[in-house]
């Protein structure tokens, strides 16, 4: 039950960053994307709803627009919400204190939080993440792979293509900026930068790529591991690449050499049918989190939605 005074709002400069990963790290439910290190990356401004001495904790991107104070998703940053899972009438509590203080906020939690039905103008949406356990071997993970899946790898395995790890950062945005049919703000770019390069120092993001006959990177895919995770997290592929099924002949030497151990491969999900259907083909199995919108807003928010 909530506890008077058990609940705090914390702004960005009292938050304990020592308490709030030791919190997340100890989470059953624990997700990079609420790692202090990668908040500040990407929500740059975050503020906090912390239980007690860090017992649970909530992050809060925060942003203003025309004076108004509102929650948002980050860009990179699948899933946030309560860690570790908080029993519901705890978990209601964190809610309503957003209500409380904002008028509008539009984030999404983790698979571990549950919809709140007691809950005014508050919207739960279910949205689709995709994970593949990797425990078994590649001859049983490869057996789950759909029709459509094995043809297109098996077109790939004519084309001569080269599967690399250690792709650069500097090569994979480089491939990336190329091939974007919208060109991604700088500010967007830079924070992606900075997530791959302090985990490739840090020792747990990798990039991995596939050349062309010509030699040319022709698809790569930046990989970040968490804890039992292996997150999907970027991907870029240029035309040649799609025309010589690259993605799929790179997920599939990944695969064998992740295959066996102790590790889930985690897609991130997509609301693109298109790309759904690429992680599905794998054998991926559907995780289902939810978007919370809170809007007691008296007129249409779509203006706060935009990506500063």
């Not at 739960?124 to 990797?134: D, I, T």
């Not at 049918?273 to 919108?293: L, S």
Request: with cysteine.
């Amino acid at each position: 039950m909530f506890e008077a005074g058990k609940l705090k709002y914390l702004r960005h400069s009292a938050i304990d960053y020592e308490k709030w990963d030791r919190c997340i790290g100890e989470a059953p439910n624990s997700r990079v994307y609420t790692a202090s290190w990668y908040l500040d990356r990407t929500a740059v401004v975050w503020d906090a709803l912390v239980w007690g001495d860090y017992e649970f904790v909530m992050p809060l991107p925060v942003k203003k627009k025309m004076g108004i104070s509102f929650l948002y998703q980050p860009l990179y940053c699948q899933q946030l919400g309560i860690f570790p899972p908080a029993p519901p009438e705890t978990a209601l509590e964190f809610y309503v204190e957003i209500t409380r203080r904002f008028r509008y906020s539009d984030i999404q939690l983790n698979a571990f939080n549950l919809p709140q039905k007691q809950m005014e103008r508050t919207q739960f949406s279910p949205r689709k993440n995709y994970l593949l356990l990797l425990n078994a071997g590649y001859d049983s993970i490869s057996s789950a792979y759909s029709k459509n899946t094995h043809r297109n790898i098996a077109k790939a395995n004519n084309n001569r293509l080269n599967y690399v790890e250690g792709i650069t950062l500097e090569e994979f945005l480089a491939l990336k900026q190329k091939n974007l049919a919208v060109k991604l703000p700088r500010k967007t770019i830079q924070r992606l930068k900075s997530i791959i390069a302090y985990s490739q120092f840090k020792g747990f993001g990798e990039i991995a790529g596939v050349y062309s006959p010509g030699n040319v990177l022709c698809a790569a895919v930046f990989f970040l591991r968490w804890k039992d995770r292996v997150i999907y997290l970027n991907s870029v592929s240029s035309n040649e690449g799609k025309e010589l099924r690259a993605m799929f002949f790179l997920m599939d030497r990944f695969l064998e050499k992740c295959s066996g151990k102790s590790l889930t491969l985690d897609f991130e999900g997509s609301v693109v049918p298109g790309i759904a259907r690429f992680f599905e083909g794998f054998g991926a199995t559907p995780e289902i989190y939810y978007r919370m919108i809170i809007n007691r807003l008296p007129f249409p928010a779509k203006w706060l939605k935009r990506e500063a």
